[in-house]
């Protein structure tokens, strides 16, 4: 009696489960299905088998579609604000290249600041990326941050040495944010 007790409850545990697990399909499934039904009642002429929404990736099924470009987020063409800011930060890193270079340490501080405020523009602009490339984002975002100070703090001290090895870490900092995006984003 105690045993059939306990597989009596053992088998109500896991028909819940079961039940509570089918009702979260159920309505991540609904959301869908209203997402798409608002959708044709607004007039939309597409398809029900071909059509794609880019903001979702999905079908107007519901199923999955493979993702655009080459990085496993959204294509080039969705980052043309992202490329207008690359070709801010190339400038603006080219301008504390050239003081560096030129020795002129003491105005160090105002190149790399600038730098490091345009590279902080970068994640409002790329919402496209896949989250794991956004979460790297933002963390080469705090070496950019962290470099600019050291930069600034090795270029008030006279240390062109340290200033120039602050310069390196830079450079590859912002190389490793150009190869978060899709190939050909930033032209």
């Not at 697990?21 to 209203?34: Q, Y």
Request: proline share 3%; with cysteine; glycine share 8%.
């Amino acid at each position: 009696m105690i045993r059939n007790t306990h597989t009596s409850q053992s088998a109500l545990l896991k028909g819940i489960g079961a039940t509570l697990l089918g009702l979260t399909l159920v309505g991540c499934g609904s959301n869908t299905a209203s997402d798409n039904t608002s959708a044709a009642s607004t007039g939309s002429s597409t398809s029900s088998t071909s059509s794609t929404s880019p903001a979702s990736n999905t079908t107007s099924t519901g199923a999955p579609q493979p993702t655009i470009g080459t990085s496993g987020g959204a294509g080039a063409a969705s980052f043309k604000a992202a490329a207008a800011t690359w070709t801010k930060i190339s400038a603006a890193k080219a301008d504390l290249d050239k003081i560096i270079a030129s020795k002129k340490l003491t105005s160090v501080h105002e190149a790399a600041f600038k730098v490091r405020d345009i590279v902080r523009t970068l994640p409002a602009q790329s919402s496209g990326l896949a989250p794991d490339k956004a979460k790297t984002l933002a963390t080469q975002i705090k070496n950019v941050d962290q470099l600019a100070s050291r930069l600034d703090k090795e270029g008030d001290s006279n240390n062109l040495k340290g200033t120039q090895d602050n310069q390196a870490g830079l450079s590859d900092t912002l190389d490793t944010i150009h190869d978060l995006y899709p190939s050909g984003t930033f032209k």
